[in-house]
């Protein structure tokens, strides 16, 4: 597996943007895939969630219903769409492969990592 992040931006508060990140592997329809954030002097903190078949997600409380996670099986890509952004979500967007075929919201459910991309929103 290796998870290859595209989509950095800088931006505007209220705008939109959307990251992709790319699995070169042959079984990515096997793992349930995550997005986290790291902002400077943070902790890496969870952010969304999608199962294996897309059927199930899951979201942190600050972005729900202004983040979209979605995954195409086919392109072996899982997309965070993120409307209506803040300064509070600048930060670098992580993301991870989990073993967990639902995914999750801790840092040791995931066993593979993309190595991030710099969101930037300015007020």
């Known amino acids: 597996v290796q998870l290859v992040e595209s989509g950095v931006g800088l931006v505007q508060a209220g705008d939109s943007l959307r990251l992709s990140c790319a699995d070169s592997g042959r079984i990515f329809s096997s793992y349930g895939m995550g997005w986290f954030r790291q902002a400077p002097g943070n902790e890496r903190d969870f952010v969304a969630t999608?199962?294996?078949?897309?059927?199930?997600?899951y979201y942190t409380d600050s972005v729900k219903g202004r983040f979209t996670i979605s995954r195409d099986n086919a392109k072996n890509t899982v997309y965070l769409q993120m409307n209506s952004l803040r300064p509070e979500d600048t930060a670098v967007y992580y993301c991870a492969a989990s073993w967990l075929r639902n995914g999750g919201t801790e840092l040791d459910e995931y066993a593979y990592w993309g190595q991030g991309a710099q969101v930037t929103v300015s007020s």
């Open positions: 999608i199962s294996w078949n897309g059927g199930k997600t």
